[in-house]
Nanobody, 121 residues
């Protein structure tokens, strides 16, 4: 069973920084693409950043130049460093894994439960 556990959310003032972490278990992490998505009240879930198994990254337009996604395959963990935070970054941030569970070679999406990020003005 694949599990994703997020941490690092919280309340920060505009211009500040936070680092989110997502620890994965039960998956073949090194073969998996990892991503962060967010959902603000009344809005659709949107891509924040994604990193493939070979380290290629892509970002949502609104966070380019401010956020950085990285991964540590030895720790089965993906990180999201968020700098120059703005009030419009306020949302629940969800970790996503697209890959195979241990014992299978079938890739699918898995989601964490989310962590709240609130940026005050």
């Amino acid at each position: 069973q694949v599990q994703l556990v997020e941490s690092g959310g919280g309340l920060v003032q505009a211009g500040g920084s936070l680092r989110l972490s997502c620890a994965a278990s039960g998956s073949i992490f090194s073969l998996s693409a990892m991503g962060w998505y967010r959902q603000a009240p009344g809005k659709q879930r949107e891509l924040v950043a994604r990193i493939t198994s070979d380290g290629s990254t892509n970002y949502g337009d609104s966070v380019k130049g401010r956020f950085t996604i990285s991964r540590d395959n030895a720790k089965n963990t993906v990180y999201l460093q968020m700098n120059s935070l703005k009030p419009e970054d306020t949302a629940v941030y969800y970790c996503n894994l697209f890959g195979p569970a241990i014992g299978t070679m079938i890739s699918r999406d898995y989601w964490g439960q989310g962590t709240q990020v609130t940026v005050s003005s």
